[in-house]
């Protein structure tokens, strides 16, 4: 079995793959103090509580936007699995030209995403929307090349900064409003927040098509934990939540010796 593993800001996604077979994923809260042992035991912990034995894990595939934890979880695979795990980072055979200016600055978790949207839509155009703490797009070719792509506050951290940075504005619950012109504070914030965010992907899929793939329609590939709120919008052709850990499988497979 192979255990992959995304660290995000918010939250680390993990995914265990038996053969070509997603069989478990999980979550669990990204603390950057976490221990080596409170990892360990926490990926050993939900793999047997699911019906699956951990000694039976071959192999373990990471990517980390959250640097300060990557020590931790690569010490908690040595000593809960007696094995290195694999870090998807710069130098890493992805398959991708990557044409950003400075190639090392792409994130592992959006080099992950294009993997895995390559994988499952070979030889088309790609844009790849996470919907995570930020929501970011990413434009693919045909060919392969990574083009790069735009970053913006997610929805959650939209929220934060309504509730933070007013006197007087509450937090709420991430949600589909009935309305766009909501008759409640609450429910204005909550349209803000979603027909904001359908605006912001609508306007990022038509410039990336005029910008990067010269009018050609690209498959739109939504992820993340929010891309489901939004699937009977019609943004999407594709919505793949476990983007990331198909892309890091794949990713392992392409730098096996």
Same mark, same amino acid.
């Given at each position: ?7 995000? *800001? ?15 994923? =999980? ?22 509580? *699911? ?17 300060? +934890? ?27 030209? +990557?044409? #950003? ?12 995403? %294009? ?34 792509? %735009? ?9 934060? %900064?309504? @509730? ?8 709420? @619950? ?8 909501? *008759?409640?504070? +609450? ?6 927040? #979603? #027909?904001?965010?359908?605006? /912001? ?8 098509? %005029?910008?990067? =793939? ?6 739109? +590939? ?6 489901? /709120? ?11 939540? *476990? ?15």
């Amino acid at each position: 079995m192979i255990l992959t593993i995304d660290v995000g *800001n918010t939250q680390i996604l993990g995914g265990l793959f038996e053969g070509a077979e997603l069989v478990l994923q =999980f979550r669990r809260i990204t603390s950057a103090g976490t221990s080596s042992d409170e990892l360990g035991l926490f990926l050993r912990s939900v793999i047997r509580e *699911n019906g699956f034995d951990p000694g039976l894990v071959k192999e373990i595939v990471c990517c980390s936007v959250v640097p300060s +934890i990557n020590h931790s979880l690569g010490s908690a695979c040595l000593k809960y699995f007696k094995m290195e795990a694999f870090f998807v980072q710069a130098g890493t055979k992805t398959g991708l030209k +990557i044409k #950003y200016n400075h190639p090392k600055d792409v994130g592992a978790d959006r080099i992950a995403n %294009a993997i895995g949207g390559i994988l499952l839509h070979p030889d088309k155009d790609l844009i790849i929307i996470d919907m995570g703490t930020a929501t970011t797009f990413d434009a693919i070719t045909f060919d392969r090349n990574y083009l790069g792509g %735009a970053i913006a506050p997610g929805l959650k951290m939209s929220m934060l %900064a309504l @509730e933070t940075g007013t006197a007087k504005l509450p937090s709420v @619950e991430i949600a589909r409003p009935e309305h766009a012109c909501g *008759n409640s504070t +609450i429910e204005a914030i909550q349209a803000g927040l #979603y #027909y904001g965010h359908i605006g /912001l992907v609508h306007e990022f899929i038509y410039r990336f098509e %005029a910008e990067c =793939f010269q009018g050609r329609k690209p498959v739109v +590939i939504g992820t993340g934990g929010f891309a489901r /709120l939004f699937e009977s919008t019609g943004l999407f052709s594709d919505i793949q939540p *476990n983007l990331v850990l198909l892309g890091l499988k794949k990713a392992l497979e392409l730098n096996r010796t």
